[in-house]
Structure formats: C-alpha cells, structure tokens
C-alpha cells in the first residue's frame, strides 16, 4: 500500500463524530465521512444522504451522531455506522454509499479502487445540486 492511499492517523476519526475528507474517482470529486466504530473498526461512506442526494451529512463540522446512529439533520433520517442502513425516516431501508477502507499501522488506508484520496475536508467543487430525491 503507497503513501497516497493514506487519509489520516487513526486516531484522527471521531467515534462520536465524523472526519471529513475528498476523494477523487473518474473526473469527479467526492466527499467521503470516516467514523469509528465500537469495536475500533473505521468506516467510510459518501457524504450524502439517501433521500436527497444533494444534502450532506458532514458539511464541515462532523456529522451529528447521536446514539450511536449517523443522523440527517434535514429529515432527520438515521442510519446504522456499521451498516449504513437507514433504520429510521424517509428513507428507511436505504443505504449509505461504502467506500473501502481500512486501518493498518495507526493509519486510515482507502482501498476502493474507485476513488483516490485528495484532501482531508470538503471539496472546493463539490456539488450535488443535480442529485435525485426521493419524496416523501
Ligand atoms: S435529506 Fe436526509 S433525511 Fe431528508
């Protein structure tokens, strides 16, 4: 594994919280948000909800967790860390994009062959504003 897979130190990503950071896959820019979960396990997943896909979970100060649950601010949707799985709101039964990661050696290391990591925090070109959403 090469140094340009790595995100950031282990300890760097919140248990209750998120750490955002931007990959890049193809010609496009995506958000990705790392949380860590009981067992020490980290996880990541695109940062955008479900339901309206031009919102974000993280937008630059961590995504609420509460409970143990990532939540939604804007219909307060929740969704499993573990899992991604929305266990509660309008978009119940859907789930969190996963990106692949993993920790080896105090760090955070992406393994998704789709993406390449750019920076830690938000993309400058971020935008989601022709995203689908779902109604309810
Ligand atoms: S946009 Fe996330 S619950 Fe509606």
């Keep these: ?3 340009s897979r ?3 130190a282990t300890d760097d990503v919140p248990d209750d919280g998120t750490l955002l950071c931007t990959l890049s896959g193809g010609d496009e820019k995506t958000e990705a948000i790392l949380t860590r979960l009981d067992d020490g396990t980290i996880v990541a997943f695109a940062n955008y909800c479900p339901h309206w896909t031009d919102v974000r979970l993280d937008k630059g100060s961590s995504a609420l967790v509460r409970d ?4 939604c601010q804007k219909h307060g949707a ?8 929305c266990n509660f709101g309008p978009c119940e ?23 390449a990591f750019e920076s830690l925090g938000a993309s400058q070109e971020y935008d989601r504003s022709s995203g689908n959403q779902i109604g309810f």
């Design 1 to 3: 594994m090469d140094d």
């Design 6 to 8: 790595r995100i950031a």
């Design 68 to 71: 143990g649950e990532l939540v």
């Design 78 to 85: 929740t969704f499993e860390r573990d899992s991604g799985v």
């Design 93 to 115: 039964g859907a789930m969190l994009e996963t990106i692949d990661v993993v920790a080896e050696n105090g760090s955070v290391l992406l393994t998704d062959d789709d993406y």
